[in-house]
């Protein structure tokens, strides 16, 4: 009995014991579920912060988060997000990365990292991110649509198809249907681009950015007339910025460059601020030859968004057609160190050198560039004017053979030849170089004033005084056609217009002289010519 006793007793503590273990395990897993909850309402609440760009009060919530949980991933990725849209992309990405130590398999964390490499135009980071992310969710629309317009962005039409295609059609937002006209029209596919305009148009009230977007894919490969058709489809009554853009570009492929002008103007006062619409408004300003207004333009632009490459590239550009090489040097500059291996980049940074007066700068460049692209009829010239102006006649000559053999027609090119024949004494091919530029380009004071002065030479005065003068008429403020001139009219027995020409040679030889000394100046106290001496 004593036993049978004791045994009952063990029997109910044990029994005891089980039951508390359940009640445990009850109250443990309500409580789990009860923090799971307040953790995704907190998690809900702070992403609706960020959504409404309530950044301060969301940080704050986070802050109280991380206090107790310092790994807590869902609040280090939704601290990234608000990094992202402060532009911190240093902060954010290293947040993001956090996150995915600790769950290399967080989505949103991948996203995030994805987007942040975007916004800093690290593409291949990008699209290595986003690859990263379809891994672990092939079907993802929009990793698979940031994808998509990236590799757009590269010319990989293929691959941005591929992306588009991992979406199942239900899927696919409007989005989509630009970036599969882009594919199409790369692929050569054009004949599938029809049905996708007729699935653009009943999306255009609901999306009126992805009917501009698909404007702009039509006009971009020259499908002009059915972008503007479309264009016009869609017109509201108070076009957006992005339409007037689109608008301008179709206007100005048209012809009708007042038209676009006034599209671009219309664009630049609703967005004053606009670096896209102040380039476009520079890119027709440089069309119309007004090379001032570009650069102001592209300058304002530069402000607005800093170090983009296209404005940096359009600048220096401008700069040089304005003479301030100065200005275009440090701009190439700026543009090299953005994209070191790009070689039009590089290739513009040399150019500059050697307006600048540079060419000890200029040619190590220059000869790395003909390594790279030997066949390039503007790499080949742009050796020649380094060594030209570097005196050594003889290779420059070289030079330039090989770069008409590229190309027979480089005008620049054969400028050159004629200055070299002029030096060489071979006059008549200096002549003949110089009469057929002439003929093709009349407007070129720089070819006038050197054919005068090959007239000049060989005694034909007569042709020499109309070169000349219209010289000195296409460029008043340069002294060598003025001194040209003078001669001419000296020896024609025209006196007083020979004594004219030469105060004004004089005159302008004092400016260009301080103007040489300054610039010079200016080049020994760059940090190479410090170095050097």
């Known amino acids: 009995m004593t036993f049978l006793r004791q045994g009952k007793v063990r029997s109910n503590s044990a029994g005891n ?18 923090v799971l909850v307040a953790q995704q309402t907190g998690q809900e609440s702070i992403s609706a912060l960020i959504r409404q760009n ?5 940080e704050q919530q986070l802050w109280g988060v991380l206090g107790g949980h310092q790994d807590a991933g869902w609040a280090l990725g939704l601290l990234g997000r608000i990094r992202l849209r402060q532009s911190r992309f240093d902060e954010a990405e290293a947040l993001f990365r956090k996150v995915l130590e600790t769950n290399p398999k967080d989505i949103q964390a991948y996203r995030g990292l994805g987007e942040t490499y975007r916004l800093e135009g690290k593409d291949d980071s990008a699209i290595e991110t986003y690859s990263r992310l379809v891994k672990l ?5 929009d990793a698979n649509l940031a994808l998509a ?13 591929t992306a588009i295609s991992r979406v199942p059609r239900a899927a696919r937002t409007a989005e989509f249907l630009p970036l599969l006209a882009a594919d199409y029209f790369g692929l050569q596919q054009s004949q599938k681009v029809p049905p996708l305009v007729e699935q653009v148009l009943p999306q255009s009230t609901n999306h009126p950015g992805v009917a501009i977007e698909f404007a702009a894919v039509l006009a971009r490969n020259g499908y002009i007339d059915d972008a503007a058709h479309l264009l016009k489809l869609i017109r509201p009554a108070k076009p957006s ?9 179709v206007l100005d492929a048209q012809g009708d460059h007042a038209g676009a002008q006034n599209a671009v103007a219309e664009a630049l006062k609703l967005n004053p601020k606009s670096a896209d619409v102040l380039f476009d408004s520079a890119h027709l300003a440089a069309d119309a030859g007004d090379w001032e207004k570009a650069a102001n333009l592209l300058t304002r632009a530069n402000a607005v968004q800093p170090d983009n490459p296209a404005t940096l590239t359009k600048l220096t550009v401008a700069l040089l057609k304005l003479g301030r090489v100065e200005g275009a040097v440090e701009t190439a500059k700026s543009l090299v160190s953005l994209q070191p291996k790009d070689l039009d980049a590089q290739y513009l940074l040399a150019l500059a050198f050697v307006q600048n007066d540079r060419w000890e700068a200029a040619e190590p460049i220059a000869r790395k560039l003909i390594e790279a692209r030997p066949s390039d009829a503007s790499t080949q010239l742009l050796l020649a004017k380094v060594e030209f102006d570097k005196g050594d ?20 090119a054969h400028f050159y030849v004629a200055q070299i024949a002029d030096r060489d004494g071979d006059l008549d091919t200096a002549r003949t170089e110089l009469e057929g530029l002439v003929q093709a380009v009349p407007s070129s004071a720089p070819w006038q004033e050197e054919l005068g002065g090959v007239y000049l030479k060989t005694g034909d005065l007569q042709k020499a005084r109309a070169a000349l003068e219209t010289a ?14 003078g001669v001419v009219y000296a020896r024609l027995g025209l006196q007083d217009r ?13 400016i260009e002289d301080s103007l040489r000394k300054n610039k010079s100046r200016a080049n020994e106290s760059t940090p190479a010519a410090r170095h050097a001496n």
């Open 54 to 58: 309530r950044l301060q009060e969301a």
């Open 17 to 34: 014991a089980s039951c508390r273990r359940v009640f445990y395990s009850i109250v443990s897993g309500l409580l789990m579920v009860q």
């Open 149 to 161: 317009k990236l590799y757009v962005r590269k010319e990989q039409y293929r691959e941005s198809l």
């Open 472 to 485: 000195s008429r296409l460029a008043p403020d340069i002294s060598i056609g003025h001194y040209q001139l």
């Open 393 to 412: 006649y003889v290779a420059a000559k070289q030079t330039l053979a090989r770069c008409l053999a590229i190309d027979p027609t480089m005008r620049e």
């Open 137 to 141: 969710a092939p079907a993802d629309s």
């Open 241 to 249: 910025v992005e339409y007037l853009r689109v608008w301008a570009r």
């Open 498 to 510: 020979a004594h004219e020409e030469m105060e004004q040679y004089q005159k302008l030889k004092v």
